[in-house]
């Protein structure tokens, strides 16, 4: 086997991998279900709840 065909099959599965990753991201974000890394406005973990229900606690 030649080094350019190694290297092409190693390219297409790194790019496959990269193509599902990004198709699960952007069905997540479609859904809904996506994490904008600001807990205080995420209503995903009930970090947000607990402040909400408790407003004077630090």
């Known amino acids: 086997?030649?080094?350019i065909l190694g290297n092409l099959i190693v390219?297409?599965?790194l790019a496959g991998v990269v193509a599902l990753v990004v198709r699960s991201l952007?069905?997540?974000r479609k859904n809904g279900c996506h994490?904008?890394?600001d807990c205080c406005s995420c209503g995903g973990c009930g970090s947000?709840?607990?402040k909400a229900q408790?407003?004077?606690d630090p």
Do not use: D, I, R, Y
């Open 35 to 37: 994490c904008s890394g």
């Open 26 to 28: 952007w069905k997540s």
């Open 48 to 50: 947000s709840k607990k």
């Open 11 to 13: 390219t297409a599965v």
């Open 1 to 3: 086997m030649s080094p």
């Open 54 to 56: 408790n407003p004077s």
